[in-house]
């Protein structure tokens, strides 16, 4: 049943299409080998492609969720929460700026269904945020100046300017191994403290804020919860205690951007390796011709240009340069000039060895004429002394039969 082909009218799958009885049946039929290898490819290639988007797809879709996790931390309580979004991250300068959109929970909310919560939403009282201690409001909501609605339809008209503001932070200054954060790309991370404290407009009632989150973030960096936790603070005088919400979240890059540049990293050194293999054959003998130092040349140009693919594209002076990009150049530049002076020493001497050839095939070619001249002397030579002998008009020998 395993080697049965497929019947007619239907699509073969790209397995079936990769065993070994389907090719011998098509063999059988129509398609060559090369065929075979060229369906075999483009179907797994269409499987990594397939197995790739899934997974960015799964990832995507637990967003969805998002709704849970912000019910599960308002956990039935009454306040104000706030969604972040990480627009714009400048490593060098160690900030990076953050849309918050700004959420009532519980009896402070006006309208549920926000991200698919079921206790978040807009808020229904105008709030102040205040932003690591500032003294000026980094952020209002005035449910009065927010909400509008269709005239024809009475549904509410979202504008989001209208609940969201910008703020921006700095990440904490640390050191890898007394290096710069950057020098551990693509693994560097970088770690962002906050604090958020919440204000009823007008007034200095504190409103609690129940959680802060941030969904996404752009740049190809990922953002991953470390704290989240009410936090307390005395006023200058020390008459009052004065609450907010602290959290920590540490920036990582994304796993696509690390895989894409270790790719990029074991391409470089392989081409290295591939240009220090010709350097060694060269050195034990195999003959070359000079077209190959065409390929030594290429990754010469290849490799700087690869490494200016990586993700972000930092300046160099990191761990992988330390470790690739540098030895890399070094070690394809020292081979590409042995293989210049090997072929240029080779040419040379080729050419020393045909011109020493052309001097033993022409000393060969003197000796044989002379050989042949020397043959051709001796050979007239016996002929004469042949001839001298079987002469009828020799007197001697008449002279001899006289007598």
Not at 109 to 121: D, E, I, P, R, V
Not at 241 to 259: K, M, W
């Amino acid at each position: 049943m395993s080697g049965r082909a497929p019947a007619l009218g239907t699509v073969p799958s790209p397995m079936m299409l990769c065993r070994p009885s389907f090719f011998s049946c098509c063999g059988r039929r129509t398609y060559s080998r090369r065929t075979r290898v060229f369906f075999c490819t483009v179907a797994s290639t269409l499987l990594l492609c397939g197995a790739f988007t899934t997974i960015f797809l799964v990832s995507g879709v637990r967003r969805i969720y998002i709704g849970k996790t912000f019910d599960a931390a308002a956990s039935g309580k009454d306040g104000v929460a706030l969604l972040g979004h990480a627009y714009n991250i400048d490593v060098t300068a160690r900030q990076v700026q953050i849309s918050w959109l700004m959420l009532g929970c519980g009896r402070l909310a006006l309208f549920t269904g926000s991200y698919h919560s079921k206790t978040c939403g807009r808020a229904n009282v105008a709030i102040d945020f205040y932003a690591d201690g500032a003294t000026n409001a980094s952020g209002m909501f005035d449910p009065a100046a927010s909400l509008w609605f269709d005239n024809k339809t009475t549904v509410e008209f979202y504008v989001q300017a209208s609940v969201e503001f910008q703020t921006e932070h700095l990440f904490q200054l640390n050191s890898w191994h007394n290096q710069d954060q950057q020098f551990a790309y693509p693994f560097d991370t970088y770690t962002l403290d906050t604090v958020f404290q919440a204000f009823r407009s007008g007034t200095n009632v504190s409103v609690p804020i129940l959680f802060l989150r941030i969904s996404d973030a752009t740049s190809s960096f990922q953002p991953i919860l470390i704290q989240d936790a009410d936090v307390r603070t005395r006023s200058i005088n020390g008459s009052q205690i004065i609450h907010g919400r602290g959290v920590q979240y540490s920036f990582q890059r994304i796993a696509l951007s690390q895989v894409f540049v270790v790719v990029l990293f074991v391409v470089n050194w392989l081409l290295t390796a591939v240009v220090l293999y010709i350097a060694v054959s060269a050195y034990d003998g195999v003959p070359m011709s000079d077209g190959i130092l065409i390929l030594p040349v290429s990754v010469i140009l290849t490799i700087p240009a690869l490494r200016a693919l990586w993700v972000g594209a930092p300046s160099f002076g990191l761990l992988l340069d330390a470790c690739g990009t540098f030895l890399q150049m070094v070690v394809v530049s020292l081979a590409s000039l042995y293989l210049v002076v090997n072929v240029g020493l080779r040419r040379k001497k080729a050419a020393q060895q045909e011109r020493d050839a052309q001097a033993v095939a022409a000393a060969a070619a003197r000796v044989e004429l002379d050989v042949e001249k020397e043959a051709e002397t001796a050979a007239l030579s016996l002929l004469e002394h042949q001839h001298s002998d079987t002469n009828p008009n020799d007197t001697s020998t008449v002279g001899i039969v006289n007598t």
